[in-house]
């Protein structure tokens, strides 16, 4: 015996069948725009490039607004990079190095040196693994 849906499953369908659609009619919308001005100053907006005019880019962010271009993108800072040549600067220096042991916020003791040592070459490591055209400024 077939089972008929009930009456609030039926008032639900179109709500989610138009869901559906908006979902799938989502890239439609990321088109490229371009924008120019013809000889009188007019400005136009398309989906196609102007009509035999040299097409200028332009990078728009999400609300819209254009972005000023960059001479040359500057590469991304890379967390793990920076925080091993920290850890290595603070390791090499003079002053003591405190430990948090049980992740109460508050340093339990300082480093020995044996720990210092270890700990120097782990960030030297780190520095080789994760930053481009590592170089390792041995002193201290």
């Known amino acids: 015996m077939s089972r008929m849906p009930t ?16 979902v799938f009619a989502l890239p439609a919308f990321a088109a490229k ?21 040299a097409i200028k880019g332009r990078t728009m962010n ?11 993108a500057k590469p991304a800072i890379n967390a793990n990079c920076s925080n091993a040549r920290s850890n290595l600067t603070v390791l090499q220096g003079s002053t003591t190095v405190n430990i948090d042991e049980d ?3 508050k340093p339990d003791r300082a480093l020995n040196d ?25 002193g201290a």
């Open 7 to 22: 009456r609030p499953t039926l008032r639900l369908l179109p709500g989610l069948l138009a869901g559906l659609c908006l």
């Open 103 to 105: 992740k109460d916020g």
């Open 114 to 138: 044996s720990e210092r040592a270890n700990r120097t070459t782990l960030a030297e490591a780190q520095i080789k693994t994760y930053c481009e055209g590592a170089s390792v400024a041995s």
């Open 62 to 72: 999400d609300k819209g607004g254009s972005v000023a271009p960059t001479a040359a």
């Open 33 to 53: 725009v371009y924008q120019w001005k013809d000889a009188k100053g007019v400005s136009h907006y398309s989906d196609s490039p102007p009509p035999d005019q």
